[in-house]
């Protein structure tokens, strides 16, 4: 968490334990933004209804079924490649792009930069979703009116920019410099501090602060939107609390990352995509093939992951017993690929290895 304004560098900061009050920005009420607002939260709803009760954590079958076709046109694979109709390793690029900083100190958002450009005109539900699991790492920009500083020395609530559209209440949030600028343009008050936070912190303040959604980037220089509350709170009830397997996929890859995924897999929660398998016999767990045949099972670090593939598949939660048994069951899986819309990584299993403890633990307590 950043706050960037003129405060002492000996002044603790403790803006983000602060209440918050709201200033008016006007914000466009053209229907790109309504019609995303309502069409997501009918979604949401929709979404809702179709999963009735929570459902216990499901038995992962021991024999795991392949099933399904790539997400989206896959790149063209040698002859060797396999054709038993598991989904290929995903065309996206494993790694995040290069962070950028639209102002010194200021580091964009650049996986939630890219979802927002690749928006159509006219965002389908997809797309929307799309936009919010990009919004489940890195850092998102909130806009102070005033000085924030000032306003925390005087103990006083700090003044979150926010819009109203119709009777709602939208707090406004930006992916970068780019947008802050765009948004201080349009807007007659500019005296402005930015606090930058961890996207979960501002997630979560936008839902506890009562507010009817997020706009992010309501100025432009690209594509805006709305995150409705409604998706928020399932967003967040279904995620890590630290979003750590995407901060980890969407930092820098390094020697340890692939040590630190593992250690993630073992305490957050996962999920795998099933669906309908190749030969009509009932559900299979989805898993990917390199163009020799090597086989990964997906596991997803939320089901939004899962729906961004645009397959027809249905998230499961599976608990890291779960996890370690099916890859322990199967010699031929060599491990597992997470979260395969991207950013991705692949894990063979001897980097597996803590999480196959987790089956040898079992076998060893079944005796």
């Known amino acids: 968490m950043a706050l960037f304004s003129r405060r002492s ?6 803006s983000a334990n602060q209440p918050d009050e709201h200033a008016e920005v006007p914000v466009d009420a053209d229907t790109t933004l309504s019609g995303v607002h309502e069409d997501v939260s009918a979604a949401v709803a929709a979404e809702e209804a179709d999963r009735g009760p929570e ?5 992962v079958p021991i024999s795991v079924s392949t099933y399904g076709q790539t997400a989206r046109p896959a790149a063209a694979q040698p002859a060797s490649a396999s054709t038993a109709g598991a989904p290929a390793l995903p065309p996206v ?6 962070r950028t900083e639209g102002h010194a100190g200021m580091p964009d958002n650049t996986l939630l930069l890219a979802a927002l450009a690749g928006l159509p005109e006219t965002p389908d539900n997809a797309a929307i979703l799309n936009v919010m699991r990009q919004a489940l790492q890195g850092t998102l920009y909130l806009r102070v009116l005033g000085d924030a500083r000032a306003q925390l020395k005087e103990g006083a609530p700090l003044r979150l920019a926010i819009s109203t559209l119709g009777d709602k209440k939208f707090l406004l949030a930006y992916s970068g410099a780019a947008g802050i600028q765009a948004g201080v343009a ?13 996207t979960q912190s501002v997630l979560r303040n936008a839902i506890d602060a009562g507010y009817d959604g997020l706009i992010i980037d309501h100025a432009g220089p690209g594509r805006r939107i709305i995150l409705p509350t409604a998706l928020l709170t399932r967003t967040l009830e279904q995620a890590d609390p630290e979003f750590t397997i995407k901060n980890l996929l969407s930092d820098a890859r390094t020697d340890a990352t692939a040590r630190y995924v593992v250690e993630a897999l073992l305490k957050t929660p996962v999920w795998i995509a099933a669906g309908t398998r190749s030969d009509g016999e009932g559900l299979g767990i989805a898993e990917a093939r390199s163009a020799d045949g090597v086989r990964y099972l997906q596991v997803f670090s939320h089901p ?11 998230p499961l939660p599976i608990t890291v017993a779960q996890l370690a048994t099916a890859l322990a069951s199967d010699p031929a899986l060599s491990g597992v690929l997470v979260d395969a819309a991207g950013p991705w990584i692949r894990l063979d299993r001897a980097q597996l290895a803590p999480l196959l403890a987790f089956a040898e633990t079992d076998a060893g307590a079944a005796e």
């Open 186 to 198: 349009v807007d007659p008050d500019t005296s402005t501090s930015i606090l930058g936070q961890p």
């Open 304 to 314: 939004l992951e899962v729906l961004a593939l645009r397959r027809d598949d249905r």
């Open 55 to 59: 459902e216990a954590v499901p038995h």
């Open 9 to 14: 560098k000996n002044q603790p900061d403790d």
């Open 93 to 98: 690029p494993a790694e995040a792009p290069v």
